[in-house]
C-alpha cells in the first residue's frame, strides 16, 4: 500500500515538475553586449524585450526567460564558448542573436550538434542559414537589399553606369556582387569596384571618392558597415562635389542608419537608399512600434533595422512557443516557422520554407529635410524579396 | 679540482632547476576541473590554450627581455597552417598537423626575428606590430585561402590517434589533448630555461652589453629564442584551429596580442608558472563576471588591473614571492 502511495506521489511529482518545464521556455541569447558591438547589441537586445513587452498577452500562459551571455567580439572563440555553455548548462529551448556574422559561422556547427532552434537576428553573409538545419534568420542577407537596388538603379534612377565602392569585408563583397550581378543583368555596367579599406576603421574616403568621381557614372554605389562609417561617407562625397557633379551617391540602408542619420544633417539629404526598413516607413505596426520604442527607451532614441530584427526574431520565438504550447521541440519548431508570416514593422514578412531565410519587402528611400530633420521618403517599393544569393544558388549558397 | 662551496647561495644556485612538490599542483588541478566541471570545458580548452600562448611569449619577454605586441603572428600563423590544410583536404591529422604549424610559425619567427630584433625598445615594439598587422592583412587578402573576414570553419580534423573524435557540443577529447600537449611544451620550455642557453638569455635581458663583452653570441640567441617562441605559439594556434574546427583573423589580431600580454603581465613574467595564474586570473573573471553582468564586466576585470599595475608591479606570484622574501631572510 505505501509502495503505491510513493509511487503515485511520485508520478505526481513527475508530472507537476514536467508542467513546470513546459510553463517556461528558456531563450540562450548570444549577443556582443560589449566592445565594438556592444551598441548593436543593445538595438537588437531592446528590440526583444519590447516585443516582449508590448505582446505580454500573446505569451501568457508561458514564460519566456532570456538568459543573456555576452559574446565579446567577432573572433568567433567567445560566441562558441557561450552557445555551448548555453546549450550544455542552462539547458536553452532556443538560440538567439548573432551580430557578427564569423560568430554565426563559427557557432553553426555547435547549434547543429545541440539540436535546437537558432534565430539570427543581424548576422548578414549569405550562406550562414546554410551552415545548420537549425538557423532561421529574420534579419536580412547583404543580397536582399544589393540585389534590389541593381534592378532598381537602371529601372527606376535610369543609370546605365555605376562605380561600387566598399568596404573590403565579406558582407561589403556580398554586397558589391549581389548589386552588380542584378545590374548588369538589366543593362548596367559597373565601371570601377573600389575596395575602401577594412571593417575595423573609419578610413580617409577622399581617394577613394576621387577615383569614382574621375569615371563619372551616374551612380554611385557605396556599402560601409553600419556605425560610424556613414556619416564619413557623407561628408566626402559633399566636400568633393560629387552631387554637384551629377553623380547619384545610393547604396543599401547601412548608411542612413537612423540612428545615425540625423547627427549627418543636411549633408545626408539627397541620398537614396535601398532597405528592408527605416523608422519612417508609414505603416501602422511601425508606428505603434516607434512610439513604444521612444515611449519606452527615451524621445532622443530611435530604432533601426538592427532593432527590427530582434523585434521580429522574438515575435518568432513567440509564434514557436504558442504552436507548441510551450513544449519547444526543435524539428516542430522549425516546421511551425517554414513559411510563418508576420506583420512586421518592416511590412509584411515571412519565413522561407525551403531556405529558412526572410522573404520581405526592400524599399527604395530618399533622404530629404522635414520639419528641421532628415526624413528618408520611400520612392520605390519592390514586394517579397528573397534572398537572391541562395535564389540562383550562387557560390556558398549552393546547397550542400 | 675545488670543491663545490657549501653556501647557501651556492645551493640555492645548483638546486633551483630541481622539481619541486608544488610544481605537480597546477597539473592535478587541470586534471580535476575535467571531471569536476564536464560542462566547462569549452572554457577550459580555452584557458589552456591561452596558458600555452602566454607561456610562449614568457619565454620572449620575461626570459629574454624581447618587448613584442606581435605575437599573435605566430599564433595566427600556426592557426592558418592548420586550417588551411584542413580546408584543402591536404592534411587533417592532428598530432602531425601541429608539428607543420609549428615548423611554419618557427619559420615566420626566424624570418621576421633576423630582422626586428636587430632593433630594440620602442622601434621593435612597433615592428613587431607591423609584422602582425600585414599578417593579418594579407590574411584577409588571401581571401580565397583564407576566408578572409569570416574564416575558414567546419574544418575537417581527423580523430586522435584515429580513435577519439572532436565532439563540438562536449569537447571532452579537446580539453585533454590541449593538456596534453601543453604538459609536453611546458616540460620543454623549463628545460630550456634551465639551460646555459636559457641562462645567457637572462644575462642578455639584465645587461646585454656585457654579454657582448664576454663574447656571448647574442642576435644568434635572440633569433634563435625568438624563433622557438614562434614555434610554440604556432602550436598553441594550431591546437586552437583544431579544438574549434575553425579559424579567422581574430587569431592573428592585435586583442589577442595584447590579451596575453596583459595575462603574462598580470600573472608575473620570467617565472614560468606566471602563465598560469596569470590565465586562470583573467580569463576566469572575464567569463563569469561576463555571464553575471553581460554588459558591465569589463570594469571589475578593469579594476582589478589597475589594482594589480598600482600594487604589484611583478604580477600576481611577485606578491608571493614578496610575501616569502622576509620569511627567508628570518630563517637564514
Known amino acids: 500500500m505505501t509502495k503505491w502511495m510513493i509511487t503515485a506521489a511520485l508520478a505526481a511529482l513527475a508530472l507537476t515538475t514536467s508542467w513546470a518545464q513546459a510553463q517556461e521556455v528558456k531563450v540562450g541569447v548570444a549577443l556582443p553586449y560589449t566592445g565594438i558591438g556592444a551598441e548593436f547589441a543593445q538595438l537588437v537586445d531592446r528590440g526583444m524585450e519590447l516585443y516582449l513587452k508590448l505582446n505580454a498577452d500573446k505569451v501568457k500562459p508561458y514564460k519566456i526567460s532570456l538568459i543573456k551571455r555576452d559574446v565579446k567580439d567577432p573572433g568567433g572563440a567567445n560566441a562558441k564558448i557561450a552557445v555551448q555553455e548555453l546549450l550544455t548548462q542552462d539547458n536553452v529551448d532556443v538560440l538567439a542573436g548573432w551580430i557578427y556574422s564569423p560568430n554565426a559561422i563559427a557557432s553553426a556547427p555547435i547549434v547543429t550538434a545541440g539540436k535546437k532552434l537558432a534565430v539570427i537576428m543581424n548576422a548578414g553573409t549569405a550562406h550562414i542559414t546554410t551552415m545548420s538545419p537549425y538557423y532561421v534568420r529574420t534579419s536580412f542577407s547583404m543580397w536582399h537589399a544589393g540585389y534590389a537596388m541593381g534592378e532598381a538603379s537602371a529601372k527606376l534612377l535610369n543609370a546605365k553606369t555605376a562605380v561600387v565602392g566598399y568596404t573590403d569585408f565579406p558582407p561589403g563583397k556580398d554586397s558589391l556582387a549581389a548589386f552588380k550581378r542584378s545590374f548588369e543583368a538589366v543593362g548596367g555596367k559597373v565601371v570601377d569596384e573600389i575596395p575602401m579599406g577594412g571593417a575595423g576603421a573609419v578610413p580617409d574616403f577622399t581617394p577613394f571618392f576621387q577615383r569614382a568621381k574621375d569615371k563619372k557614372p551616374d551612380v554611385f554605389f557605396v556599402f560601409v558597415p553600419a556605425g560610424d562609417h556613414a556619416a564619413a561617407v557623407v561628408k566626402t562625397y559633399a566636400a568633393l562635389g560629387m ?127 522635414k520639419d528641421g530633420r532628415v526624413f528618408q521618403k520611400v520612392i520605390g517599393k519592390i514586394d517579397g524579396v528573397k534572398d537572391a544569393c541562395k535564389e540562383q544558388k550562387i557560390g556558398p549558397c549552393a546547397p550542400k | 679540482m675545488t670543491e663545490p662551496v657549501d653556501h647557501p647561495a651556492a645551493r640555492a644556485l645548483a638546486e633551483r632547476h630541481r622539481l619541486r612538490i608544488w610544481e605537480a599542483i597546477p597539473w592535478l588541478l587541470a586534471l580535476g576541473f575535467f571531471f569536476a566541471f564536464p560542462k566547462h570545458l569549452g572554457f577550459g580548452t580555452e584557458l589552456l590554450v591561452t596558458v600555452l600562448f602566454a607561456i610562449s611569449l614568457d619565454l620572449v619577454l620575461g626570459y629574454a627581455g624581447i ?74 587578402l588571401a581571401h580565397d585561402y583564407t576566408g578572409g573576414f569570416d574564416g575558414l570553419d567546419s574544418l575537417p580534423i581527423a580523430p586522435l590517434f584515429g580513435r577519439f573524435e572532436f565532439n563540438p557540443l562536449y569537447p571532452t577529447t579537446q580539453y585533454l589533448y590541449v593538456l596534453a600537449v601543453l604538459f609536453v611544451c611546458f616540460v620543454f620550455v623549463r628545460m630550456l630555461v634551465y639551460s646555459p642557453f636559457g641562462q645567457s638569455l637572462r644575462g642578455i635581458r639584465e645587461n646585454m652589453l656585457r654579454m657582448h663583452a664576454v663574447g656571448a653570441p647574442v642576435r644568434g640567441r635572440l633569433v634563435l629564442c625568438y624563433t622557438l617562441s614562434a614555434a610554440i605559439a604556432g602550436v598553441a594556434g594550431g591546437i586552437w584551429a583544431q579544438a574549434n574546427a575553425y579559424v579567422n583573423l581574430g587569431t592573428l589580431g592585435l586583442d589577442r596580442a595584447a590579451t596575453v600580454l596583459i595575462i603574462l603581465v598580470l600573472g608575473g613574467h620570467g617565472r614560468l608558472y606566471g602563465a598560469f595564474i596569470g590565465a586562470v586570473a583573467y580569463i576566469s573573471l572575464s567569463h563569469f563576471l561576463a555571464r553575471i553582468y553581460p554588459t558591465a564586466w569589463q570594469l571589475g576585470l578593469g579594476l582589478l588591473l589597475v589594482v594589480i599595475a598600482l600594487f604589484a608591479r611583478n604580477g600576481i606570484l611577485g606578491i608571493a614571492a614578496a610575501l616569502r622574501r622576509p620569511a627567508h631572510r628570518a630563517a637564514s
Request: net charge negative; aromatic share 6%.
Open chain 2, 67 to 140: 618587448v613584442t605586441l606581435g605575437q599573435a603572428a605566430f599564433f595566427g600563423a600556426g592557426a592558418y597552417t592548420v586550417g588551411i590544410l584542413a580546408k584543402q583536404g591536404i592534411w587533417h591529422e592532428p598530432i602531425t598537423g601541429l608539428l607543420l604549424a609549428a615548423l611554419v610559425a618557427a619559420a615566420v619567427g626566424f624570418g621576421s626575428g633576423l630582422v626586428l630584433l636587430r632593433t630594440q625598445g620602442l622601434t621593435l615594439l612597433m615592428l613587431t606590430l607591423c609584422t602582425m598587422a600585414l599578417l593579418e592583412e594579407a590574411a584577409n
Open chain 1, 243 to 369: 552631387r554637384e557633379a551629377g553623380i547619384k551617391l545610393i547604396g543599401p540602408g547601412d548608411i542612413t542608419q537612423d540612428t545615425k542619420l540625423q547627427a549627418m544633417g543636411a549633408a545626408a539629404v539627397g541620398l537614396i537608399t535601398m532597405h528592408h526598413y527605416h523608422a519612417d516607413l508609414d505603416n501602422p505596426e511601425n508606428k505603434r512600434f516607434v512610439e513604444a520604442w521612444k515611449k519606452e527607451y527615451g524621445a532622443a532614441t530611435t530604432p533601426d533595422f538592427m532593432a527590427v530584427g530582434g523585434y521580429d526574431g522574438m515575435a518568432a520565438i513567440v509564434h514557436v512557443v504558442q504552436t507548441l504550447k510551450g513544449k519547444v521541440d526543435s524539428e516542430k519548431a522549425l516546421e511551425a516557422l517554414k513559411g510563418w508570416k508576420f506583420a512586421s514593422p518592416r511590412g509584411p514578412i515571412m519565413i522561407d520554407p525551403v531556405t529558412r531565410d526572410i522573404v520581405m519587402n526592400e524599399y527604395l528611400s530618399e533622404a530629404v529635410m
